[in-house]
C-alpha cells in the first residue's frame, strides 16, 4: 500500500514532506530550503538539528477483506523508534537492520487509521568527544560522526521499504533460500525455507531461462550446476526461482559457487627460526577451487543520506567497477550495510564483497546492552546477505586491532560475531578485522616519511594490501560546482576547502589537498588548474605503482584493495577513484588499465628524474587470468619531448595461467631536454594492449650525461 | 556401588582383572606379565594390541527400595564404546570427555545383572601415516599416538569414575555452580543450578569456614568477596559450599576472580609505519584488576595411561610448581583433559590453568562428523572446568597455525571452540592457539644455529614466551632404572636412549641428549657421571638465562612458560624439569630461584669465556611482586678456583611494585687459573637472598690477561 509520509521535528507544530524510504533530516533540510549539502559549509546547518527527535506521521484505509489480515512491514528503521498505531505504542525497537513485521490486524479499524513513527535521538555514548568515539556503543554506521572525508551530518529515519500490507492466508514469508554444494561441484541443493500457508509452487530456472525445476518440494536438486564466478574468472551464472501461490509471489537468483580463504605453501615457510611466532592468516581467495587475486576497492555508503540509495545509486557504481577489471569490494565497516539491490547487482556483475559490520575504528566495550543489540542486528544481516553469492568474506570491522582503537580478539563483539558468523553462515571466511597480521593498511599519501610510493611497496612483504590511497583533487569545473568561487584559489587552509577535505583530515595539515608534496615535485604551483592537474598526476602513478606492484608480489601477496572507490559528497580532494556520486577519475582509467588480467608491467624506483640521471624499470607481464600466455611480444619505448626511443623488444614464450612473469631490466639515460616536465614508459604487449607510465623529468642544463650505455639485462 | 571388573580381549576366551577407573591396556599388560612400561623397551610390547576391541565385565545387585531409581553413571570412557546391559547395548556413545548417566531402572532386574561396555578399536584416519596424523579427525588425546618425549602407547578404556548408583527422588544432579562478580568487587552472587525433586538445603561457608549463607535460594549473594588470587599474589580464598537433602549431599569449591588479557601500551605502539598490520593480541593477565607476570611451565599429562591419575599423581606436581614460585601451568592440548582433583588442586594451591582442547600439531578438517563429536566434548568439558577458578585461559590447541599442522582462523574446529567458550564461559580469555602472532615458541636447545639461549632471547622481542626449552639427562641412578646396564655408556643411537628420546626425536638425531652441544663446549665426555652433569649444568644455566630475560622484557613480555614441567615416562633426556613421575631434576630449583617474586638478575652474553676474557653482566632487580622494594643492597662478587672476588655493591633506593629495575654493567677479566672448568657469579640481595650463575671457564695458558681495569658503571 502506497503511503503518504509527513514529517514533524518534536515540540514543532509544523508538518513536512518526508520521502519513505529516506532520511528525516534530508527532508527537513528540503522544507526549510537549506540548499545543496553539498555546496560550500551548507552542511553545518544540520548540526543545530542534530538532538531532535523526530515523527513521521501517514493515515491508510484500514479496511479489509474478511480474508485479510494487516501487516506493518519494515526493512528497517534508523535507530531506536516507536512504531504508533492510531495512538498507541505498538513496538518499541533499537537496531536499522532488523527487519520487523506486526500482525496488526486486532488494532486496525475500518476507515482511516493513523500511523507514525517516533524516531529517538541518535545515541552518543555519554561522556564521548564530539566524534566518532560517540558511536561506540550502539550499531549505528558510525561514518555520519564524521570522518576525514565524510562531514559529520548523522541521518536517521525510515531509510528502508516500510508498508502496510494486507495478506491473504497464503501469504509467502520469512522465505530464505540458501544452498549445498557436492564437493566436485556436480550437484547443487536449493533449500527454500518460508512459511506459507496454501498451497504455493516453486520454479527454479537456469541461468539461460530454462526451466530446472517446477513443484512443491522445498529441497531442489540442480545437477552439474553452473557455476557463478567473479569477474574476469568467468560467467556470473544465477539460477533464478520463484514462489507463487494464489495470492502472492516471491522471487531471487542464486548463484553456486564455493569460497575458501587459504594459505599458500610460502606463507607456510614463515616465521623463520626460534623463538617462533605463527604463520599469518590466510588471505588467498579461492573461488570453486580457483584461486583468484582479488583486486578492487574500498566501498564506501554512497550518499550521507543512506535511505536515498536505490538501484540508480548503486548501478553506476557497481558497473564501473566491473569495467575497471576489478572483482572485489571491501564494504568498509563504518559506513554499515546497503540494501539489498547493492547486494544483487554484485552477483550479477561479478564483484565480490568483502562485508564488513558496522564497527570501525572504535572500541566497542562488553557492554551488556550493545552486545544484545549487535547480536540482533548481525543475525539479520547475516541470514539476509548470505543469500547472495558475492558476497565472500565477512569481518568483524575496519582497523579494530589498532592503537586507534585498542579492541583486542578477547572485545565480546568480535567473538561474538564470529559466533553469529559460523552459526549462519559458517562456510564463508570470518575476519575479525582488517589488517590483520600480514595485511597492510596504508599509506594514504604519494609519499611519507620520506620515501614514495615506489620504495614503500617494493620493499613490502604483505600478504594483503586492503587499503592503500593516493589523493586527488576533483576537476576545476567539479570543484565550481560547491567550492564559492572567491575561495577557489589559492586554496586556504580555513575555507569551504577544509570542511569539504581538503586540509586537516589525516595525520597532519596538509590532507588531502597536499600541497607540500605537490609543489615538492613541481615547484610553486600558479593556478588551481595545474594543482587539480599535477594532483591527479601523481594519483595516476601512484596507484598505477601500488595496484602493479602489490600484483607483482602474488602468490605472496593475493590482495589489492584500495582506499577509495567512491565518496558520499564532494570532497575537495580525497583518495577515491570516484567523484560523489559516480564521476570517474583520471586514476579510474590508470587504475582500470593496471588490473587488466593480462598486462604488461614496469617495476620503477622513483617518480622524478634529472636530465643525465639513468632510468631503471624492471620488467613484468602481470597474468591473473586463467588462461596461459604464449608467443608474445612486448615493445618497450620512451617518450620524451615528441621523440619516440625504442629500448627493448620482449619476447615471450610462455607464461601460465595467474602467473607472473619476470622480464629484463631496462636502464635509459635521460637525454638533456628543454620545456619538457614529463616523459612516459610505454609497454606495448602484441596481444594484451598497452600500458605506460607518466613520470616526473626535471631538465638540469649542467647535468652531465652518463657515459654508460643503454643496457638490456 | 562398587564394581569388581574383568577385562577380555575380544575373540579371547580369557578374562582378567581390570581396575576402574583405569586403562585396559595396563590391566591386560599386568595379566601377561610384561613388566614394567618404562624399562628398556617394554613399551613397544603394547604396539601389538594397538588395533584390538575391548571389553568390560562386571556384575550387580539390582534389587533395589521402591522409591529407588538406578543409573549408570560414567565421568567418561575412552573412547568409542557401547554399554550393554543383561546382553542389550543401551548405548552408544564416542567421546571421553563427556559424562553419561543413565536411567536403568526399567531395564534392571531384581537380583544379578550383567553390565558390559565394549571399547571400540582406536581411532585412527585412514590412509594417515602411523603418527599423530592418525589423530587428525577424532577428540582423543593425539599424545599417544607418539610425540618427541611419549612413546607410542595409546590408551582407552573406563578411563574416570563409573559406577552404578541407586537414588533416592531427592538425588542431586547435573549442578552446576558459577558465579559472578560487581566490577568492584564489591558483590560475588553464587548461581546454584541443579535438579532435585524433593527439599534441598544450600550452605554457603567463607574461607575461614563461617558460614555465609544457609537456605534454599539458588542465587547466593556475597558481600565483599575474598578474591581468590594466584601464587605469589595473595591468599587461594576458597568459599566452599554444599547442598543437601535427606539422602544425597553434593559440595565443592568456588574462588572469585575476574581474569582478562590486556594490552600493555607498549603494545598499541607496534607496529609502525606504513602499510600498517595489526598490533599483537594481548597476553598480560589481569586478575581482580592487577597485572600478573605469567611464570610457569607446560604440564602434560603426567601418566601414559591417564585412567590411572588420581589426587596422589597430581598433588606432587602441584605443589612442586607452588614450591617453584609457578604462577601458570599450560596445560599442553595434546595431552587432553585432566580428571576434576587436578583442577582443585590448582585452585587450593594458586596455579592459574592455561588449558588447551584436545588438538595439536595436526590440521583438523571441516569433516562434519568431527566437528560434531568435538561440540560436544568440548561443551562438556568447558561447562565442568569454568568451575574452577584457576581455569583463567581457554586455548584452541598446540602450534595449530604453523606449516606442521596447518590450520588457520578459518577453520571450523578453532571457530567452534571459539563460539563454545564465548558461550559457555564467555569472560574467560580464549587463544585459538598457541603461538599467537608476537609470541614465541622454541628454541628447545641449549644452542642453535649457532645461537645460544643468551643471544637468542636476550635479542628477541615476543609478548610471551609460551614454549622454550633446554634439555638434560636424568641422574645416573635414575637411568639405570631403566636402561640396560650394557647399554648404560657410551649412550648409542639405536638403543634404549631411543626408545626413551635420547636421540632421533626433533629436529636432528643428537636430540634430546644434545652430546654434540655437550662435547662442543666440554670436549669428548668420557663417563656417564659427567654427561649426566654436563648437561644438567647446560639445563640450569639454559633455564634461568631464559626465564630471568623473559622478566627482563616486561611489561612488553607477560608470559614465561617454558616446555616442559613433567613427563609421563622416564625419558633418557627431555626438556622437562621435572623426572617422571615428580623428581625434581637440578633445573628445577635453578628455575625455582629464579622465579622467587625478588630476585637479583645478571643479563650475561654467553656461557664460555676464557682466561683473559672481559666478564660482562648486566644487573637487574626483578620485582613481579605486589610490593615496592625501599633500600635494597646488591653484592655483586665473582667466584674462581677457590677466590671470592667482590665486584660492586649496587645500593637500590626504590624499586615499584611489579616493575623491574636496571642497574649497573659489570666487566670483569677473568684471571688465569688451571685446572678450573667453571667460575660463578654470585648476585647477594641484603633482603631478598643469592641468585647465582655457573658459567663455563677455559684456562688458556698463553691466553693475554688485557689491561684493563674492572669497570663499575
Not at 235 to 253: I, P
Not at 392 to 402: A, D, K, P, R, T
Amino acid at each position: 500500500m502506497d503511503l503518504v509520509w509527513f514529517g514533524q521535528k518534536e515540540g514543532a507544530e509544523e508538518l513536512f514532506p518526508a520521502t519513505v524510504p529516506g532520511n528525516i533530516q534530508k527532508d527537513y533540510a528540503a522544507f526549510k530550503s537549506w540548499g545543496d549539502i553539498h555546496y560550500a559549509d551548507n552542511c553545518e546547518k544540520y548540526l543545530e538539528i542534530e538532538d531532535e527527535v523526530w515523527f513521521y506521521h501517514t493515515s491508510f484505509d484500514g479496511t479489509r477483506a474478511t480474508d485479510e489480515r494487516v501487516f506493518f512491514v519494515t526493512k528497517g528503521i534508523d535507530y531506536e523508534y516507536d512504531i504508533i498505531l492510531n495512538g498507541c505504542v505498538i513496538c518499541h525497537h533499537e537496531g536499522l537492520y532488523t527487519p520487523v513485521e506486526i500482525d496488526i490486524t486486532d488494532r486496525v479499524k475500518d476507515g482511516t487509521n493513523t500511523l507514525s513513527v517516533k524516531i529517538y535521538r541518535h545515541p552518543k555514548r555519554e561522556g564521548a568527544p564530539v566524534s566518532r568515539t560517540q558511536a561506540d556503543n550502539c550499531v549505528k554506521p558510525p561514518v555520519g560522526y564524521g570522518w576525514d572525508w565524510h562531514p559529520r551530518v548523522i541521518p536517521s529515519g525510515i531509510w528502508n521499504d516500510t508498508s502496510i500490507e494486507f495478506r491473504k492466508a497464503d501469504y509467502i514469508t520469512r522465505l530464505n533460500v540458501t544452498y549445498s554444494l557436492a564437493e566436485d561441484f556436480s550437484r547443487g541443493e536449493l533449500f527454500f525455507d518460508f512459511t506459507c500457508n496454501g498451497a504455493y509452487n516453486i520454479r527454479v530456472f537456469a541461468p539461460d531461462g530454462a526451466l530446472v525445476y517446477e513443484g512443491a518440494e522445498r529441497r531442489v536438486s540442480v545437477e552439474n550446476p553452473l557455476l557463478w564466478w567473479c569477474n574476469g574468472q568467468g560467467k556470473q551464472n544465477l539460477y533464478s526461482w520463484e514462489v507463487t501461490t494464489a495470492s502472492d509471489r516471491k522471487q531471487g537468483k542464486t548463484g553456486f559457487r564455493r569460497v575458501e580463504l587459504v594459505m599458500e605453501s610460502i606463507h607456510w615457510a614463515e616465521p623463520h627460526g626460534f623463538p617462533k611466532s605463527r604463520s599469518n592468516p590466510p588471505t588467498t581467495l579461492l573461488l570453486n577451487g580457483r584461486k583468484i587475486f582479488a583486486k578492487g576497492s574500498n566501498i564506501v555508503s554512497p550518499e550521507i543520506f543512506p535511505g536515498t540509495s536505490d538501484v540508480d545509486t548503486y548501478l553506476p557504481l557497481v558497473r564501473l567497477a566491473k569495467e575497471a577489471n576489478m572483482n572485489i569490494f571491501r564494504m568498509w565497516g563504518g559506513s554499515g550495510i546497503q540494501k539489498d539491490v547493492f547486494f544483487e547487482l554484485c552477483d550479477e556483475y561479478g564483484i565480490m564483497v568483502w562485508q564488513e559490520f558496522p564497527l570501525a575504528c572504535n572500541d566497542y566495550k562488553n557492554d551488556p546492552h550493545y552486545l544484545e543489540i549487535l547480536e540482533q542486528e548481525a543475525v539479520c544481516i547475516v541470514r539476509n546477505l548470505r543469500q547472495h553469492c558475492s558476497v565472500v568474506i565477512w569481518c568483524g570491522g575496519n582497523e579494530l586491532f589498532n592503537g586507534w582503537s585498542k579492541m583486542t580478539d578477547q572485545s565480546h563483539a568480535l567473538r561474538l560475531l564470529n559466533k553469529i558468523c559460523y552459526e549462519q553462515d559458517p562456510d564463508t571466511p570470518f575476519l575479525s578485522t582488517s589488517p590483520l597480521a600480514g595485511m597492510g593498511h596504508g599509506c594514504y599519501l604519494f609519499s611519507f616519511n620520506g620515501q614514495e610510493v615506489y620504495q614503500m611497496f617494493n620493499n613490502s612483504h604483505y600478504t594483503a594490501y586492503t587499503e592503500f590511497g593516493v589523493p586527488s583533487l576533483p576537476s576545476v569545473d567539479y570543484l565550481k560546482t560547491f567550492i564559492p568561487a572567491d575561495q577557489l584559489f589559492p586554496p586556504r587552509q580555513e575555507s569551504t576547502w577544509k570542511t569539504h577535505h581538503g586540509f586537516d583530515s589525516w595525520c597532519y595539515w596538509d590532507t588531502w589537498v597536499c600541497l607540500d608534496i605537490i609543489e615538492g615535485y613541481f615547484g610553486k604551483v600558479s593556478s588551481l588548474e595545474d594543482l587539480v592537474r599535477y594532483s591527479n598526476w601523481l594519483q595516476c602513478e601512484g596507484y598505477k605503482a601500488i595496484f602493479e606492484e602489490a600484483r607483482r608480489q602474488k602468490p605472496y601477496c593475493a590482495m589489492a584493495i584500495n582506499w577509495c572507490y567512491n565518496e558520499p559528497w564532494k570532497t575537495a580532494a580525497n583518495n577515491s577513484l570516484l567523484c560523489y556520486p559516480a564521476l570517474p577519475k583520471p586514476a579510474y582509467y590508470a587504475v582500470k588499465n593496471s588490473l587488466k588480467n593480462v598486462v604488461p608491467s614496469a617495476r620503477l624506483n622513483r617518480f622524478s628524474y634529472k636530465s643525465g640521471d639513468v632510468f631503471s624499470a624492471e620488467l613484468w607481464l602481470l597474468n591473473d587470468g586463467d588462461e596461459c600466455i604464449e608467443q608474445d611480444e612486448i615493445r618497450v619505448s620512451v617518450e620524451i619531448g615528441g621523440n619516440i626511443v625504442e629500448i627493448l623488444n620482449w619476447q615471450i614464450d610462455f607464461c601460465a595461467e595467474n602467473t607472473n612473469k619476470r622480464g629484463h631490466i631496462i636502464q635509459y639515460i635521460l637525454p638533456r631536454i628543454q620545456g619538457v616536465e614529463c616523459f612516459r614508459l610505454v609497454l606495448e604487449s602484441k596481444k594484451y594492449g598497452v600500458n605506460s607510465y607518466d613520470l616526473h623529468y626535471v631538465y638540469k642544463a649542467n647535468a652531465p650525461v652518463p657515459k654508460i650505455p643503454v643496457l638490456n639485462m
